[in-house]
């Protein structure tokens, strides 16, 4: 049986901004085809790859998202975290391209506020300048290539956000497997404002960018 199809419709003559587009659309049809079972246990092997990476395991705060229903699930790594007494942010999503974060204070707290958002916890926000507190961020991602462009969902939301970073704090964007792309033959489009990332999770593993 094959396994899953990673989708490249790209060619040098697409604009980076079209070929993100064109790379989005594919990349989300591909995961709302998964079965709800595939994406729960996808979430359970993202919860433990994410416990062997060691900026994780040594951060006493950790900022990082609740997935989408086709996203790489994080409820179970979002109660891990909390369990071991780490502060975990998550993003708050104002108008526009506003940033904020608040803290995450357990699954039933969690609801979508608008259509298309992910969900949201209920407490105070915290501003943006909150991520400085974070020892490490794990981000969402569509696909990840291995020089660390990342594609996200649009609207340049993290590349902003990650602007609050302390200097030397690594982020780790998670993907399917497939979503990995080998910059080598299917290098991922890139404009000036990207935030490239420093690792990439998987339900399978993990690793540095540009390390084997």
């Given at each position: 049986m094959n396994g899953p199809?990673?989708?490249y419709p790209l060619h040098g003559s697409i604009e980076p901004e079209d070929a993100k587009e064109i790379l989005r659309k594919a990349i989300r049809t591909a995961r709302s085809a998964r079965t709800e079972r595939r994406r729960d246990e996808a979430a359970q092997a993202i919860a433990d790859v994410i416990?062997?990476?060691p900026d994780v395991l040594s951060a006493r705060c950790v900022a990082t998202y609740a997935a989408r229903p086709t996203e790489p699930g994080t409820t179970a790594m979002l109660e891990r975290l909390s369990a071991r007494g780490v502060r975990v942010l998550l993003p708050v999503l104002g108008a526009g391209l506003q940033r904020d974060w608040a803290e995450f204070d357990g699954a039933h707290?969690?609801?979508v506020r608008a259509p298309g958002r992910p969900p949201e916890p209920s407490g105070p926000t915290l501003g943006a300048a909150a991520l400085a507190d974070a020892d490490v961020v794990?981000?969402?991602?569509?696909?990840v290539d291995s020089t660390g462009v990342r594609l996200g969902q649009g609207g340049g939301w993290y590349d902003r956000a990650l602007e609050h970073v302390r200097p030397g704090t690594k982020v780790v964007a998670v993907v399917f497997p497939e979503e990995v792309y080998d910059a080598t033959d299917r290098p991922l489009?890139?404009?000036k404002h990207d935030r490239t990332v420093d690792a990439v999770a998987?339900?399978?593993g993990w690793r540095w960018i540009g390390q084997d």
């Open positions: 199809v990673q989708p416990e062997t990476i707290d969690l609801q794990i981000a969402p991602a569509l696909a489009p890139l404009e998987t339900p399978l």
